[in-house]
């Protein structure tokens, strides 16, 4: 079901359907891409009128319609690079009802499209169930983005005390040790670990040291920098 992007029509009724045809542009420069993504949401949907335009100069031309039901639109096409055409798309007061899908699974991308409003971010190379229900949120109106784009918090900042501790910790050193090695009280030590715990939203030191290692504030043993074992 696909049609070029010159032969784009404002969605009409269908003679004697009593069904509006509801227009879907496809932004992808692979045509096999293309042609399977716009099988699928047209096994979906019956009234879907399925529009693929190939580059960011045809996306845009289109993109003028005002009549829209949803764009799913490719990061990287000829014209276009990361989230330009995005911007573009967004300016034209297509944002809500705009969809990525690309093959460039990086959560700081999806998040700015969340910020900017977009109804999604789908990555390609989900398992094709997962593809297909993301397609079918898309369709609903739900957003849909992976779960790293959340919206982030506001940054962990740890004092010298809290990083000097969580190094300690990080060996697996008791408070009582800690205390004698840094010549504090160990109430002193475990009201620091109480305010780390805290400041890292986790519930006790496992997780705090291992929340600490994924967010970069501690290296792995055994990394190389480090020169530990």
């Keep these: 079901m696909l049609a070029p992007a010159r032969a784009i029509t404002a969605p009409k009724e269908e003679e004697g359907a009593g069904t509006a045809c509801r227009a879907v542009l496809i932004v992808e420069d692979h045509p096999l891409v293309a042609h399977a993504t716009s099988e699928l949401l047209a096994r979906k949907d019956a009234t879907l009128q399925i529009v693929v335009c190939y580059s960011a100069a045809e996306a845009l031309d289109a993109a003028r319609a005002p009549d ?7 990061l990287d096409v000829p014209g276009a690079h990361g989230l330009s055409l995005i911007r573009q798309i967004a300016a034209l007061g297509h944002a809500q ?5 690309t093959a460039l699974d990086r959560p700081s991308l999806a998040s700015e499209a969340r910020a900017m409003g977009l109804l999604g971010y789908i990555v390609k190379a989900i398992p094709i169930a997962r593809f297909s229900a993301a397609l079918d949120s898309v369709l609903r109106g739900e957003p849909t983005f992976p779960d790293a784009a959340a919206p982030s918090r506001a940054p962990i900042r740890l004092t010298r005390r809290q990083q000097e501790l969580l190094a300690l ?4 050193l008791s408070s009582k040790q800690i205390a004698r090695r840094l010549g504090i009280s160990e109430g002193t030590v475990n009201n ?4 780390l715990l805290r400041a890292l939203r986790v519930a006790n030191r496992t997780h705090a040291v291992a929340r600490a290692t994924e967010l970069g504030l501690l290296l792995v043993p055994g990394d190389p920098v480090t020169g530990r074992d």
Excluded: E, Y
């Design 68 to 74: 829209w039901f949803r764009l799913f639109l490719d």
């Design 169 to 172: 910790l990080q060996t697996g």
């Design 192 to 195: 620091h670990i109480a305010g």
């Design 97 to 101: 009802r705009s969809c990525v899908i």
